[in-house]
C-alpha cells in the first residue's frame, strides 16, 4: 500500500448528500452542517469562498476549479464576499433563512438539484461527507481548511460523470453517486498531494527504513509490535529506528499505532456486528476492557456509545 492508498483508505461515502445548487446573484451561503468533509465544484458562473480561519483571505472559484472544505468548522459560498448569507445549510442539510424559515421544499428544482433559477448563472455540486470513518482522521489531519484546485490541475472528467449522474433517479443511484465522489475526492487529492502541499510525515513512507515500519504497522496490527522488535524486522537499531520514525512521521512508532489500532477499531465498530471483545483482538488489544481503555481515553466515548453513533458532546448533556 502507498502513502496516498494509505491515506484515503479511509473516507468511503456511504450514503453521501449529492446536490446541484442552480442560483442567480446575489446569493451567499452559510454552511454549518459540521461535516467532516465537503466537494465543492463549480460548473457554471463563479463563486467566493470565505473560511472563519484568522488570516484567511476570500478564493475565487471559476468554472470547472474544485474545493475541498474540511470540516468541522463553517464556512460560507457565495456571489461576491460582500454579499451577506442569505441562506443556511445545518447539519441533515437542512436549509434555513436568516429568520429560520425552512426552505428544503421551497427551492426544490428536481431531483437533486435546488436553488433560486432552473437556469441559474451559477452551477455547482456539491458533495458531502455526513460522516467520516475514523481511520480518515489521518487524512483529515494531513488537510487544511480549505483546499482550492484549478481547472487544469486535476483530471475533471470524473467529476463530469458525476454532475451527470446527480440528476437520475434510477435504482441503486445513491451507491452509483457515493462511488463517483469517492472517485473525484481521490482524483482531486492526488493532483494536491503531487504539489508538495502533503506533510512531512506523508514523504515518510518512500523513506526505505520507515516506510517498511510503516507498512509492518499498518498490515498487521494485531502482532504484538515494540519498538525492539519493529527495529528488528527492518534491519537498524532500536534507537536509529525511533530518532528517524519520530522525525519523518512526526510521532513515536508506539504512538502511530496505538493512533492506527484505536481507528481500525473505529472503523469496524461501525462497519460490523463483531463482538468488542473480537474486535479487540483484531486490531491488537488483548481484551475487551483493554480496548475500551484506550478508546474512550483516544475518542472520549466508550466502544460501545461509538457503535451506537453517541458524541462525547452528548453524553455531556445526557448528564
Same mark, same amino acid.
Given at each position: 500500500?502507498?502513502?496516498?492508498?494509505?491515506? /484515503?483508505?479511509?473516507?468511503?461515502?456511504?450514503?453521501?448528500?449529492?446536490?446541484?445548487? /442552480?442560483?442567480?446573484?446575489?446569493? %451567499?451561503?452559510?454552511?454549518?452542517?459540521?461535516?467532516?468533509?465537503?466537494?465543492?465544484?463549480?460548473?457554471?458562473?463563479?463563486?467566493?469562498?470565505?473560511?472563519?480561519?484568522?488570516?484567511?483571505?476570500?478564493?475565487?472559484?471559476?468554472?470547472?476549479?474544485?474545493?475541498?472544505?474540511?470540516?468541522?468548522?463553517?464556512?460560507?459560498?457565495?456571489?461576491?464576499?460582500?454579499?451577506?448569507?442569505?441562506?443556511?445549510?445545518?447539519?441533515?442539510?437542512?436549509?434555513?433563512?436568516?429568520?429560520?424559515?425552512?426552505?428544503?421544499?421551497?427551492? %426544490?428544482?428536481?431531483?437533486?438539484?435546488?436553488?433560486?433559477?432552473?437556469?441559474?448563472?451559477?452551477?455547482?455540486?456539491?458533495?458531502?461527507?455526513?460522516?467520516?470513518?475514523?481511520?480518515?482522521?489521518?487524512?483529515?489531519?494531513?488537510?487544511?481548511?480549505?483546499?482550492?484546485?484549478?481547472?487544469? @490541475?486535476? @483530471?475533471?472528467? /470524473?467529476?463530469?460523470?458525476?454532475?451527470?449522474?446527480?440528476?437520475?433517479?434510477?435504482?441503486?443511484?445513491?451507491?452509483?453517486? @457515493?462511488?463517483?465522489?469517492?472517485?473525484?475526492?481521490?482524483?482531486?487529492?492526488?493532483?494536491?498531494?503531487?504539489?508538495?502541499?502533503?506533510?512531512?510525515?506523508? #514523504?515518510?513512507?518512500?523513506?526505505?527504513?520507515?516506510?517498511?515500519?510503516?507498512?509492518?504497522?499498518? #498490515?498487521?496490527?494485531? #502482532?504484538?509490535?515494540?519498538?525492539?522488535?519493529?527495529?528488528?524486522?527492518?534491519?537498524? %537499531?532500536?534507537?536509529?529506528?525511533?530518532?528517524?520514525?519520530?522525525?519523518?512521521?512526526?510521532?513515536?512508532?508506539?504512538?502511530?499505532?496505538?493512533?492506527?489500532?484505536?481507528?481500525?477499531?473505529?472503523?469496524? /465498530?461501525?462497519?460490523?456486528?463483531?463482538?468488542?471483545?473480537?474486535?479487540?483482538?483484531?486490531?491488537?488489544?488483548?481484551?475487551?476492557?483493554?480496548?475500551?481503555?484506550?478508546?474512550?481515553?483516544?475518542?472520549?466515548?466508550?466502544?460501545? @456509545?461509538?457503535?451506537?453513533?453517541?458524541?462525547?458532546?452528548?453524553?455531556?448533556?445526557?448528564?
Amino acid at each position: 500500500m502507498d502513502a496516498l492508498a494509505s491515506l /484515503l483508505e479511509g473516507p468511503r461515502a456511504r450514503g453521501a448528500f449529492v446536490m446541484c445548487s /442552480l442560483l442567480d446573484p446575489p446569493w %451567499s451561503l452559510r454552511i454549518q452542517d459540521r461535516a467532516p468533509l465537503t466537494v465543492v465544484s463549480m460548473i457554471r458562473g463563479t463563486a467566493w469562498i470565505m473560511t472563519d480561519a484568522a488570516g484567511s483571505k476570500p478564493r475565487q472559484l471559476n468554472a470547472g476549479d474544485i474545493a475541498i472544505f474540511r470540516g468541522p468548522d463553517p464556512y460560507t459560498v457565495a456571489d461576491d464576499p460582500a454579499t451577506e448569507p442569505q441562506i443556511f445549510i445545518d447539519p441533515g442539510n437542512v436549509t434555513k433563512t436568516v429568520d429560520g424559515e425552512i426552505l428544503c421544499e421551497t427551492l %426544490s428544482l428536481g431531483v437533486r438539484q435546488w436553488g433560486t433559477d432552473a437556469n441559474g448563472a451559477t452551477l455547482m455540486v456539491t458533495g458531502t461527507y455526513e460522516s467520516a470513518g475514523a481511520a480518515s482522521q489521518r487524512l483529515l489531519r494531513a488537510l487544511p481548511p480549505v483546499i482550492v484546485l484549478q481547472r487544469g @490541475d486535476f @483530471d475533471t472528467r /470524473l467529476l463530469d460523470i458525476l454532475v451527470d449522474e446527480a440528476t437520475k433517479d434510477e435504482p441503486a443511484q445513491g451507491v452509483v453517486l @457515493d462511488r463517483l465522489l469517492d472517485m473525484v475526492l481521490i482524483a482531486a487529492l492526488r493532483a494536491w498531494f503531487a504539489r508538495n502541499d502533503a506533510p512531512a510525515w506523508y #514523504h515518510a513512507y518512500s523513506d526505505p527504513l520507515v516506510g517498511k515500519a510503516l507498512r509492518l504497522l499498518q #498490515h498487521n496490527p494485531a #502482532h504484538g509490535w515494540t519498538v525492539a522488535s519493529l527495529a528488528d524486522a527492518v534491519g537498524v %537499531s532500536r534507537a536509529a529506528l525511533a530518532r528517524r520514525f519520530t522525525d519523518l512521521v512526526g510521532e513515536p512508532p508506539m504512538s502511530f499505532l496505538t493512533e492506527w489500532r484505536l481507528a481500525l477499531a473505529a472503523d469496524l /465498530l461501525q462497519e460490523s456486528d463483531a463482538t468488542i471483545e473480537s474486535i479487540a483482538r483484531q486490531v491488537g488489544y488483548g481484551s475487551a476492557f483493554a480496548l475500551s481503555t484506550a478508546f474512550k481515553r483516544h475518542f472520549g466515548v466508550s466502544p460501545r @456509545d461509538h457503535r451506537q453513533g453517541t458524541t462525547p458532546a452528548e453524553l455531556s448533556s445526557a448528564g
